[in-house]
């Protein structure tokens, strides 16, 4: 499906999915930093945005960090769990990590959300050839269903923009 266009979010929408454990996931119309830049997927078996965001320093300063952010929510959880698909993205950064590699990679934590947090499992590379950085983190659930990534300067600023998207995602 060709993805359609947002300009200057004038078109945005809510969107809301329910997840295999009952809980839903809300991405509102608006979400503070952050811009709906295109809807690739918006159907029951996938709702898939792309958001430009300017996520704020970690000093409350100005926004300062510039990036790309990416939401997956599957109708379905899938049958991989979230540590096999996140070795599968280690795959195509490092082909043939070994499983302690793979290991060392996936980072544990509580991400926050507008109304609370969530646990997710991330991996991370800094791209120096590019001058780029990749976060991709899912959420820390039973089959993969949610998947959020970010594209910035560095992984710890592609982080940052994943935890500004995830502040405006409403998680119940």
Do not use: Y
């Not at 929510?73 to 540590?83: C, H, I, Q, R, S």
């Not at 646990?119 to 089959?143: I, K, N, S, Y």
Request: aromatic share 2%; with cysteine.
């Amino acid at each position: 499906m060709a993805g359609l266009l947002v300009a200057g979010g004038a078109a945005a929408q809510s969107h809301a999915r329910t997840l295999a454990d009952s809980r839903t996931v809300t991405v509102p119309a608006s979400i503070a930093n952050c811009r709906l830049a295109n809807v690739t997927e918006n159907n029951p078996a996938e709702l898939a945005l792309e958001f430009a965001c300017q996520a704020p320093s970690d000093e409350g300063g100005p926004a300062d960090t510039a990036g790309e952010a990416a939401l997956v929510v599957l109708g379905e959880a899938a049958t991989v769990t979230p540590d096999a698909f996140l070795a599968g993205q280690l795959d195509t950064w490092w082909p043939g990590m070994d499983a302690a590699s793979v290991a060392m990679n996936l980072t544990r934590s509580r991400k926050a959300t507008a109304n609370g947090e969530v646990a997710v499992v991330c991996v991370h590379r800094d791209d120096v050839e590019a001058l780029a950085g990749d976060a991709v983190c899912v959420f820390d659930q039973p089959g993969l269903q949610v998947v959020v990534a970010g594209r910035s300067t560095m992984a710890l600023t592609a982080d940052n923009v994943v935890d500004t998207l995830l502040r405006g995602v409403t998680v119940r």
